[in-house]
């Protein structure tokens, strides 16, 4: 496992820009990560990943040219950089890895959900007030 805690969540105004990152107890280079988010009563949802050199990103629907997912592996981190955020994008947000990239690609696709990957952190809350 790779531990990993989340922060940068926080309330925010609709229409206001938030910047989430994940700090990694340990090597992360070999890990595809992603950022996945659960609101209360509803299934969690992948709003992105990121391969593991950063070259290959996915993005839900519901948050393309909002948000902006990277990484950096010297450092251990990735972001998430959330811009014009809209009271559904209410949620707590996760920090997940797994060492296949694909297996993050089917959880922001809404096939699986991204407590089946191999590590995720504690969660951040973000609630975008209207």
């Known amino acids: 496992q790779l531990p990993l805690v989340e922060s940068g969540g926080g309330l925010v105004q609709s229409g206001g820009s938030l910047r989430l990152s994940c700090a990694a107890s340990?090597?992360?280079?070999?890990?595809?990560m992603g950022w996945f988010r659960q609101a209360p009563g509803e299934a969690s949802e992948g709003p992105s990943c990121?391969?593991?050199?950063?070259?290959?990103?996915k993005y839900a629907d519901s948050v393309k040219g909002r948000f902006t997912i990277s990484r950096d592996n010297a450092k251990n981190e990735v972001y998430l950089q959330m811009n014009n955020l809209k009271p559904e994008d209410t949620a707590v947000y996760y920090c997940?890895?797994?060492?296949?990239?694909?297996?993050?690609?089917?959880?922001?696709?809404?096939?699986?959900?991204?407590?089946?990957?191999?590590?995720w952190g504690q969660g951040t809350q973000v609630t975008v007030s209207s």
């Open positions: 997940a890895g797994d060492l296949s990239y694909p297996k993050l690609d089917k959880v922001v696709a809404g096939i699986t959900n991204f407590r089946s990957l191999i590590s």
């Open positions: 340990g090597d992360m280079g070999y890990y595809a």
């Open positions: 990121i391969s593991s050199s950063g070259t290959s990103t």
